[in-house]
């Protein structure tokens, strides 16, 4: 099977073929590293919060067998490593599919920050064209080829807030009382290998358990420190969030957040920021708005 890369679909993006699924952001509650693995793979925990929030991914199945993708990916990304690329050519080839793909998204997730995008979307690829494909590997199947293209894949797969441990592909669904936040992106493309190289970093926290994480102890992240340190567009914005409350980072990127019960509390706290500052709110999802979508495209 091929790949290409062409505007020529958003003169027919009208077209009934075409459908539109959710890739929504995540939020890192915190992020322990725990040990290193014989590979040298670090060993995490953190609980992941999914957002009714994020991307857009449109798919239009093909029959010439051949992944389209249609305009541009992030900026220094090339097709061949374009995550939803790679997604639709893994379900293809498990699955012995015949079938290919139109792609196109709709970028709303900043990369770098943390929030899931890339992995997000390449999620959405997956499941949506299990679905549109019938090619119905099942989601275990399906979370296994995610995580063959990233560890955060499995999580947006599934669909579910999760306690996670391992390298972040042990999965405990957990339930999370609903939320908003304020978001921000300070800009900053953290490079997430080069993080887990840093001397800085603490590798070796006492594990938490989910109890910890209950109570309301702060389990901190640990890339916060370093990135605060290293990037000082990463220690604006936690000063400007910290007027509002008590910004934590998310995952390995630059994103930070707030918390707040309310999307009043949210919206007023974002009023009080800065003007320079990239932020928005959004609100804390029970369950993957992409599995919602997929709910209804069953019913339909």
Known sequence: MSFDS???AHDSIGDPAWSAW???????????IVGRRADGYHLL???FRLLD?????????RADGRIVRHGGSVAGVAEADD???RAALALQKASNCSQGADIVIEKRIPAGGGFGGGSSDAATVLVALDALWGTDLGVDTLARLGLGLGADVPVFVRGDNAWAEGVGEQL?????????????DPGVHAPTAALFQSAELTR?????TMSD??????????FEPVLRQREGAVEAAFAALARIGSPRLTGSGSGCFVEFATRESAEAALAELPPGLRAWTAAGAGRSPLHAALETNRRG
């Open 45 to 47: 925990q953190t609980v």
């Open 213 to 222: 994480f209950v109570s309301g102890r702060p389990l901190g992240n640990a």
């Open 6 to 8: 062409t505007d020529s």
């Open 83 to 85: 995550l939803t690329v």
């Open 22 to 32: 959710p890739a929504p952001a995540k939020l890192n509650l915190f992020l322990r």
């Open 204 to 208: 070796d926290a006492a594990p938490a």
């Open 53 to 61: 929030w994020g991307d857009t991914i449109r798919l239009r199945p």
């Open 172 to 184: 405990r669904p957990i339930d999370l009382p609903p939320a908003w936040y304020v978001l921000a």
